[in-house]
Each structure stands twice: as C-alpha cells, then as structure tokens.
C-alpha cells in the first residue's frame, strides 16, 4: 500500500483553512467597498494588517530583501495587488455570485499553469476532480445575465492575476513566507495610497476597526495559503478552492440569514465530493517522487 504523505495532508489542511479566511475576507470586503472605494480600502487594509505582520517581522526577522528571483517576485507583488483591486472594484457592479463564479475558474487556471511553469505532473484524476467540482460551482451560484458584461472582463482579469500569483508563490516555495507576505501588501498598500484620495470618505470608529480587521483577516489567509504552498503541489491544492462557496453560503446564514437554495445545497454538495475524493486519492497513493519536498518547519 502507498505510504501516506503527511506533507501534503498538512498543506491541504493549512490551505483549506486559508480558504475559509478568504470567505470570511470577501465576505467584509463586499460590506465594506459599498461605502468605501476600492483604493481607500486597500490602503486601511494594509495599516490593519501591521498590526499582525509587524509582531511577526519582529519575532522572526527575516530578510526581506535578497535571496534571489526577483524578478518573480516582483511579478507575484504586481498579480497579486491586481487580483485584489479587481475583485473589489468588480464586487461594485457584479453579484457577489457572479464574481465568485469567475474567481472559481481560478483553480482550472493554476492546474493548467502548474503543469508548464511549474513541471507539474497532472492526473485524469486531479483534471476530474477540479472539472467535477466547477460544475458544483455553476450550479450553486447560478451566474446571472450581469455576469456577461465588460465589468466581468475585470473579474475575469482578477482571476487570472490570482492564479498566476499563487503558481509563482509555489515557485518561490524556498523564500521566507514573511517576506513574501509583507511584500504582497506592501504592493496593495501602494496601490490604494496612489488611488485612495479618488472619491476617500472618513470612515467613522467602527467602519475603521472593520476596515482594520480587514487586513488582520487577509494577513491570517495570506499566511496560511503561502505555507500551504511551500508544502504541497498548487495542483493538489486547487480544487479545495471551491470550499470558499461552502464558507460564503453558511456565512450568509449567520449573518443575513439567507437560506440556502437547494441549488447551493446540491452543488455545495459536488464541490465537497470532489475535494474529499482528492484528499482521500492523495492519501492511497502517497506523494509521487517529483512532488517531494521537505516538511515546512
């Protein structure tokens, strides 16, 4: 029997747990960009997130310049900060729904990156599941007419930039995941500083510890996806992408008491098949010989 690999067990549970902080991120974000714009959020997101990275920065003292791959670097802080702002500005004109469905496009985008950029080795049975579970997908948020529009070119843009961005964090798995943290909102930072002052509303105390707490919530996703990352194949962690719509619709119980459809029902119930079968294909057949890598510490 193959042996199990821990490895990949640990990134898959760190990376789900990052996904949930994504729900939970998106789920503010799109309260909070009603009354804000898309710059001055970024710009209080990033003061929140000092709160957290600086303690860490301290702790740990990386380096957070050096080490090489520059320019990769550079390109993650740029797909990054472009992912960010186009899922926000696309919130403002699309359903959340219709944004999510084109952000869960996103884990089809990384498989298919991983496999060139990355050297990858992809299965039928990784594609079937990622396949499988973007149809749980379609049909939990039924896409609305809006979602064929020049705004959705935007989210589709997003998207990309967030797939591209998580394939370069996997292949920047050897640099400190500080420093690649720090310099990911250092870019959305300086993008919401150029941009804030276009239409900037004072928001009052509570608005501020909200928008505040934005940036802990990103900083505590961001952390757990980049660790993930540096653990497990981006195309083993794809497909638990889709458990954001697990997260977004008992989020929207909680908190507006929306009822789940029993198209939410049945597709969430796709989505969850897929990434479970995932998990247990990955335990059977253990971690193949090009996927190995050292445990992060």
Same mark, same amino acid.
């Given at each position: 029997m193959d042996r199990f690999a821990p490895g990949h067990a640990t990134g898959i549970l760190l990376y789900s747990a990052g996904i949930f902080f994504f729900a939970l991120n998106d789920a503010l974000g799109k309260w909070l960009v009603a009354d804000y714009s898309v710059g001055q959020l970024l710009l209080l997101r990033t003061i929140g997130a000092v709160f957290v990275l600086a303690p860490l920065?301290?702790?740990? #003292? $990386? *380096? +957070?310049? =050096? @080490?090489?791959?520059?320019? /990769? !670097?550079? %390109? #993650?802080?740029?797909?990054m900060a472009a992912d960010t702002f186009a899922f926000y500005y696309s919130t403002l004109y699309l359903p959340l729904a219709d944004v999510m469905t084109f952000y869960?496009? %996103?884990p089809l985008l990384i498989t298919a990156i991983a496999v060139p950029f990355l050297g990858e080795k992809v299965g039928i049975w990784r594609w079937s %599941?990622? +396949?499988?579970?973007?149809? =749980?997908?379609?049909? *939990?948020? !039924? $896409?609305?007419? &809006? *979602?064929?529009?020049?705004?959705? /070119?935007? &989210? /589709?843009?997003?998207?990309?930039?967030? %797939?591209? @961005?998580?394939?370069i964090t996997r292949a920047l798995k050897d640099t400190h995941w500080l420093q690649l943290v720090t310099w990911q909102f250092?870019?959305?930072? +300086?993008? @919401? /500083?150029?941009? *804030?002052?276009?239409g900037w509303v004072t928001p009052g105390p509570v608005d501020l510890m909200l928008l505040f707490l934005l940036g802990v919530v990103a900083v505590v996703c961001f952390i757990l996806i980049v660790r993930a990352l540096s653990n497990t194949p981006a195309s083993v962690l794809a497909p638990f992408q889709y458990s954001s719509i697990l997260w977004a619709a008992v989020m929207g119980w909680l908190v507006w008491g929306d009822v789940p459809t029993r198209e939410i029902v049945i597709g969430n119930a796709i989505i969850v098949a897929s990434g479970l079968f995932l998990f247990y294909r990955e335990r059977r057949r253990g971690s193949d010989v090009a996927d190995r890598i050292e445990p992060i510490p």
């Open positions: 920065l301290w702790l740990h #003292r $990386p *380096a +957070l310049i =050096g @080490g090489g791959q520059t320019g /990769l !670097k550079l %390109a #993650r802080v740029a797909c869960m496009a %996103a %599941a990622i +396949l499988v579970g973007f149809v =749980g997908v379609v049909i *939990a948020l !039924k $896409p609305t007419g &809006a *979602a064929v529009s020049m705004v959705s /070119l935007i &989210a /589709l843009f997003g998207s990309t930039m967030y %797939a591209a @961005g998580v394939t250092a870019g959305a930072g +300086l993008t @919401g /500083l150029v941009t *804030a002052p276009i």
